[in-house]
C-alpha cells in the first residue's frame, strides 16, 4: 500500500483542475523519499489520486497518475499502446519517420517522452523515478511497438537533467549511434549519445510543414540555424538564397553533414555563416539585404561567446535588427521555447517591440505533441508569424 500524504491546499486545487504536478513546498519536503506511487489527501484528509514520486527533482516533487485509486503500474500498457495508437492513426510515417510516440503529462505518462526515429526508439525522462521502472516500462513499450507497428524497436534512454549532460543508455537491441530519417522528403543525422541535443527537434516537424505549405520564399535568413532543418526545407521549396548563421562551429558542421545526405538540393545556394546573429544581423543592414522569409529560433539562453542572454530579453535586441531586413512581401517567424514564460508574458514583451509589423498566425505544438487544458507549462514551444503592416 503506497503512503498517504498531505498535500498543500493549492496543490489540491490545481490538481483537481487536472494540472499534473505537485511542485515544491513545505508539505512536500514530508514526502517518503522511497516509495514510487504516493496516495494525496484531499482536504478531508481522504485520498482522492494517486502521484508518481520524483523526488530527485529539483522543482517538481510528485506527477498526477490517477484519480482511481487502485490505477498504478497495472495501466502503465495500456496507456503506452494508447499513445502508440494515436500516432498511427495520425499516419504520420507518411510524411516522416521521426516523431513523438507519447509526450509526457498530455499522454498520462507524467515525465515520460519517447521519440521514434525510424525503428529506433529514445526514451527522454523528465522524471528520473522512470529509470527506477524500466523492468516495467521497457517490456510494455516493446509490445506495444510490435502490435501497433509490427516490429521489435531498439531503446535508447535519456535522462534530461538541469546541467545538460550527455547522458545515454543503449537498452534493448541498440547498437549504433548514427540515424538517417527523413522528414518531408528531406534527410537528416540523428547522433545519439553525441550532444544533449539529438540534432532534429520533431516537435517542430508540424511547425515547419505549417510554414512553408502555403508559401514559398526566394530568400531566408536561418537565425540560430543549428543542423538547418528550415534551411534545408527552404532549399527542398526553390529558395534562390538561403543563409545559415550560428555561432558553433559543431551545428555548422552537422548542417553540412545534412546537406551531404541530400543531393537533390542546390548547395551552391546556401551559405554558412558562423557569427554572432546580432553581428550578423548588423551586417546585413549595412549591405541593404533584405530576406523574403526569416527565422528566428534562439536557445533557452543565447551567447554572444561573451555572456549568455535568456531568448525571450535577446529580442530587445534582435527584432529590431529583423524588422529592418523583411522585404516588403516577406515574414518573420520567431520562437520561444521554454515553459518558464507564458504566452501572455511572450506577446507582452514582443508587442512593443514589434510594432509596424501584423501578426499573420500563432504557432503551437501539434500532431504527435499535444497540449492538456489547464498545463501551460506542456505549452512551451510558441511562435509568432509576422508579416509588414499595409
Known amino acids: 500500500m503506497s503512503s498517504r500524504v498531505k498535500l498543500h491546499p493549492l496543490s489540491i486545487k490545481h490538481l483537481k483542475k487536472s494540472h499534473p504536478w505537485v511542485v515544491k513546498d513545505t508539505f512536500t519536503a514530508k514526502f517518503p523519499t522511497d516509495e514510487t506511487f504516493l496516495e494525496g489527501l484531499n482536504e478531508k484528509a481522504r485520498p482522492f489520486c494517486i502521484l508518481l514520486h520524483d523526488s530527485d527533482h529539483p522543482h517538481v516533487k510528485a506527477r498526477l497518475w490517477s ?14 499502446e494508447m499513445a502508440f495508437k494515436k500516432r498511427k492513426d495520425l499516419e504520420l510515417t507518411k510524411h516522416r519517420d521521426s516523431y513523438f510516440l507519447f509526450f509526457g503529462e498530455a499522454d498520462a505518462l507524467p515525465g515520460l517522452f519517447g521519440i521514434m526515429f525510424k525503428q529506433t526508439i529514445v526514451l527522454q525522462y523528465y522524471a528520473s523515478i522512470w529509470s527506477k521502472l524500466e523492468s516495467k516500462l521497457i517490456p510494455e513499450l516493446v509490445k506495444a511497438c510490435k502490435k501497433t507497428f509490427d516490429f521489435s524497436p531498439s531503446v535508447y534512454v535519456q535522462d534530461r537533467n538541469k546541467g545538460q549532460r550527455v547522458s545515454f543508455r ?3 537491441g541498440a547498437q549504433h549511434s548514427d540515424i538517417v530519417v527523413n522528414e518531408f522528403g528531406l ?3 540523428v547522433k545519439l549519445a553525441h550532444s544533449y541535443d539529438l540534432g532534429l527537434y520533431p516537435d517542430m516537424s508540424a511547425i515547419r510543414k505549417k510554414i512553408f505549405d502555403q508559401s514559398s520564399y526566394k ?14 526545407l527552404s532549399l527542398s521549396k526553390g529558395a534562390k538564397e538561403v543563409v545559415s548563421v550560428d555561432s ?19 548547395k551552391e545556394n546556401h551559405q554558412s555563416m558562423k557569427k554572432n546573429v546580432k553581428k550578423a544581423l548588423e551586417g546585413f543592414i549595412k549591405q541593404k539585404k533584405s530576406f523574403d522569409l526569416i527565422i528566428c529560433d534562439p536557445p533557452s539562453f543565447s551567447t554572444d561567446g561573451k555572456k549568455s542572454t535568456p531568448a525571450l530579453k ?14 516588403d512581401n516577406g515574414k518573420l517567424v520567431i520562437f520561444l521555447n521554454t515553459h ?25 505544438l501539434s500532431e504527435d505533441c499535444p497540449r492538456l487544458k489547464g498545463f501551460p507549462e506542456g505549452d512551451y514551444l510558441k511562435g509568432i508569424i509576422f508579416s509588414k503592416s499595409s
Open 67 to 80: 484519480f482511481e485509486l487502485n490505477k498504478k503500474l497495472n495501466d502503465l500498457g495500456p496507456r503506452v
Open 170 to 172: 543503449h537498452l534493448k
Open 187 to 189: 534527410n537528416y543525422k
Open 314 to 327: 535577446s529580442y530587445e535586441t534582435l527584432l529590431p535588427l529583423m524588422k529592418k531586413l523583411i522585404s
Open 219 to 232: 530568400t531566408v535568413l536561418n537565425l540560430f540555424s543549428y543542423t538547418g532543418a528550415y534551411s534545408l
Open 248 to 266: 558553433a562551429q559543431m551545428a555548422h558542421d552537422w548542417l553540412n553533414e545534412n546537406l551531404e545526405l541530400n543531393p537533390q538540393l542546390h
Open 340 to 364: 518558464k514564460v507564458s504566452w501572455k508574458k511572450f506577446e507582452d514583451k514582443i508587442r512593443p517591440l514589434s510594432r509596424g509589423l501584423k501578426v499573420s498566425a500563432k504557432l503551437n
